[in-house]
């Protein structure tokens, strides 16, 4: 295996995660192309451009070129209005292919949906196996909608059914995403390997608490309750709110010490009203106790782990979870919904806590148990690191390296109408 064309269409592993369309997917894209260079296979990966000021190609790491693909206008265009701009999209990912002698690429993987119909079109002209990662499905998402966040279109199940019939293997981050494949999508078993994300461990790694708060103005012996992510329904940033605002009605005596940082931009329907969190923080009469922080890059959002009590990550689904991994990192416990990956990325009462739904009145339990019950803390973070050890990005290269060989020993001769 030589060289891999990677694309991820609809957003570019460059942009900064936690704003947009940018999240956990971007530093997937990235954080895989770089191990794979670095196990001697070239990456190509194809993004939609979406400024005229971008360069046609940018070197992220050595061995991995980041190609942006003119599709449609350069801003304005929604994720919504991208299915219009495949066919260009493809177009020219085939032209780019074309000005090299036949097999320059070895395999395609696409990530999301859109990003597999333009894989499955590459697959069939260039001949070679198309390997495709999910990362969120529509039928997934549709039957856990928070409250307020809108339905994916038919148009996007449609194309879901299709990538999932086209592809010679389906990446699953976690068992649970490789059975939601058969069970909502028909996909066959022998053509899924599940493969779980990784965490940077030279990055993500636990620091000197008091420290690092200095660094970032908290206070030494404050609760830190941290949210981090893209702010949208589905990440359901409110569910924390509204479970801090119960805790301090139940217990008073905490609010001086309680600090509830959210790093991170509005995303998806939330766009529309990008103010909205700040008003429901006022609204729970919590202004003294939030602070929001714009997206930050990932050796900030560390330390910002680190500095946390606890992470909390309440969504109301996630394919893996990546934010819960990089906590854990950083020996930080996290509270998470129990829903999708992040039942895999963490261990349930010993690097962090699970709760079943997404009830302020659960989560504000959950929350009190892990900051004032004796032990509970300091033994939850000593299995946070244990459990974040067990994912690292070179595995998950390594995994998906032999990935892309048995797909190609499966390479459909026929792909499913």
Same mark, same amino acid.
């Given at each position: 295996?030589?060289?891999?064309?990677?694309?991820?269409?609809?957003?570019?592993?460059?942009?900064?995660?936690?704003?947009?369309?940018?999240?956990?997917?971007?530093?997937?894209?990235?954080?895989?192309?770089?191990?794979?260079?670095?196990?001697?296979?070239?990456?190509?990966?194809?993004?939609? #451009?979406? =400024?005229?000021? %971008?360069? *046609?190609?940018?070197?992220?790491?050595?061995?991995? !070129? +980041?190609?942006?693909?003119? &599709?449609?206008?350069?801003?304005?265009?929604?994720?919504?209005?991208?299915?219009?701009?495949?066919?260009?999209?493809?177009?020219?990912?085939?032209?780019?292919?074309?000005?090299?002698?036949?097999?320059?690429?070895?395999?395609?993987?696409?990530?999301?949906?859109?990003?597999?119909?333009?894989?499955?079109?590459?697959?069939?002209?260039?001949?070679?196996?198309?390997?495709?990662?999910?990362?969120?499905?529509?039928?997934?998402?549709?039957?856990?909608?928070?409250?307020?966040?809108?339905?994916?279109?038919?148009?996007?199940?449609?194309?879901?059914?299709?990538?999932? #019939?086209? =592809?010679?293997? %389906?990446? *699953?981050?976690?068992?649970?995403?490789?059975?939601? !494949? +058969?069970?909502?999508?028909? &996909?066959?078993?022998?053509?899924?390997?599940?493969?779980?994300?990784?965490?940077?461990?030279?990055?993500?790694?636990?620091?000197?608490?008091?420290?690092?708060?200095?660094?970032?103005?908290?206070?030494?012996?404050?609760?830190?309750?941290?949210?981090?992510?893209?702010?949208?329904?589905?990440?359901?940033?409110?569910?924390?709110?509204?479970?801090?605002?119960?805790?301090?009605?139940?217990?008073?005596?905490?609010?001086?010490?309680?600090?509830?940082?959210?790093?991170?931009?509005?995303?998806?329907?939330?766009?529309?009203?990008?103010?909205?969190?700040?008003?429901? #923080?006022?609204?729970?009469? %919590?202004?003294?106790?939030?602070?929001?922080?714009?997206?930050?890059?990932?050796?900030?959002?560390?330390?910002?782990?680190?500095?946390?009590?606890?992470?909390?990550?309440?969504?109301?689904?996630?394919?893996?979870?990546?934010?819960?991994?990089?906590?854990?990192?950083?020996?930080?416990?996290?509270?998470?919904?129990?829903?999708?990956?992040?039942?895999?990325?963490?261990?349930?009462?010993?690097?962090?806590?699970?709760?079943?739904?997404?009830?302020?009145?659960?989560?504000?339990?959950?929350?009190?148990?892990?900051?004032?019950?004796?032990?509970?803390?300091?033994?939850?973070?000593?299995?946070?690191?244990?459990?974040?050890?067990?994912?690292?990005?070179?595995?998950? #290269?390594?995994?998906?390296?032999?990935?892309?060989?048995?797909?190609?020993?499966?390479?459909?001769?026929?792909?499913?109408?």
């Amino acid at each position: 295996m030589d060289r891999v064309a990677m694309i991820s269409l609809h957003t570019s592993p460059l942009d900064q995660p936690g704003v947009g369309d940018a999240g956990g997917m971007n530093v997937y894209v990235l954080e895989l192309s770089r191990r794979l260079a670095s196990q001697g296979v070239a990456v190509d990966i194809f993004t939609r #451009a979406t =400024a005229s000021r %971008l360069p *046609a190609v940018v070197e992220a790491a050595e061995g991995v !070129l +980041v190609r942006h693909v003119p &599709a449609g206008p350069f801003e304005g265009l929604a994720k919504a209005e991208l299915p219009a701009q495949l066919c260009a999209f493809a177009r020219e990912v085939l032209r780019t292919e074309a000005i090299h002698p036949v097999g320059h690429y070895d395999a395609v993987h696409s990530h999301y949906w859109l990003s597999g119909q333009v894989g499955a079109l590459a697959r069939d002209r260039w001949q070679v196996p198309l390997v495709h990662s999910m990362h969120t499905m529509a039928k997934v998402k549709n039957a856990a909608l928070a409250d307020g966040d809108t339905p994916e279109p038919l148009a996007r199940l449609i194309g879901e059914e299709q990538v999932v #019939a086209a =592809a010679d293997v %389906l990446v *699953a981050n976690t068992d649970e995403e490789a059975r939601q !494949l +058969v069970e909502l999508y028909d &996909a066959e078993p022998h053509r899924l390997e599940v493969v779980h994300p990784g965490v940077d461990l030279g990055v993500f790694r636990r620091r000197d608490r008091d420290a690092v708060r200095r660094e970032l103005d908290l206070p030494v012996d404050a609760h830190v309750l941290l949210f981090a992510g893209r702010i949208q329904p589905l990440k359901a940033p409110d569910v924390l709110l509204r479970a801090v605002a119960l805790l301090l009605e139940r217990d008073p005596a905490l609010r001086p010490r309680v600090v509830v940082p959210v790093v991170g931009g509005p995303s998806g329907s939330v766009l529309e009203h990008p103010e909205s969190l700040a008003q429901l #923080a006022a609204e729970l009469g %919590l202004d003294d106790v939030v602070r929001f922080v714009p997206p930050v890059d990932q050796a900030t959002l560390a330390r910002w782990y680190a500095a946390a009590s606890l992470v909390a990550v309440p969504s109301y689904n996630e394919s893996f979870g990546l934010v819960a991994v990089e906590a854990q990192a950083t020996g930080t416990p996290v509270v998470a919904a129990a829903v999708g990956g992040l039942t895999t990325a963490v261990a349930d009462g010993e690097s962090g806590l699970l709760v079943e739904g997404h009830r302020p009145e659960d989560w504000a339990h959950v929350l009190r148990r892990v900051l004032v019950e004796p032990g509970l803390h300091q033994r939850l973070a000593d299995g946070a690191l244990a459990q974040a050890g067990r994912f690292a990005w070179e595995r998950t #290269a390594q995994e998906t390296l032999e990935t892309y060989g048995r797909a190609a020993s499966l390479m459909r001769t026929e792909v499913p109408a």
